[in-house]
């Protein structure tokens, strides 16, 4: 249980930051089109936080790699966020009805921001993890 409010904790906080900056600094989303992007997002997010967890806690099982130090892992935090928000992100921007020029250059921005964001997503989540006393499975 503590896993679970942790790795779902992490993703709102960390999505919900990087949403709002990306919807409308760099798509020029409004304040209201990006509030009803986040809301929107906040049930997926909600489910999908535990399931980030387990998706890169395999990751890491599977690839022998050992969170949160070294070279192996930075490259396996950027993959397991990469993959796993392009998905969720061109979904909830489809479902709001954002419109293809948006919707692309904010996806493109997405995925950007994921390589960028991946290992520090990953080191968040080890601290929020930590926080809770929920060790890591990675």
Known sequence: MRRFLADTFAMV???TAAGLFIEVVVADLTIGESARVRLSALPVILLA???YGLYRDW???RAGGRAPGGARSALLDTFANTSFQAGLYSALL???GIHWPQS?????FVITFSVLAGRPYGLFL???RKLCGASSAA
């Not at 692309?104 to 493109?108: C, M, T």
Request: glycine share 4%.
């Open 49 to 51: 936080g535990r399931f």
């Open 59 to 61: 990751l890491f099982r």
């Open 94 to 96: 489809a479902v709001n």
């Open 104 to 108: 692309a250059k904010a996806l493109l």
């Open 126 to 128: 080890t601290w929020v």
């Open 13 to 15: 906080a960390f999505s």
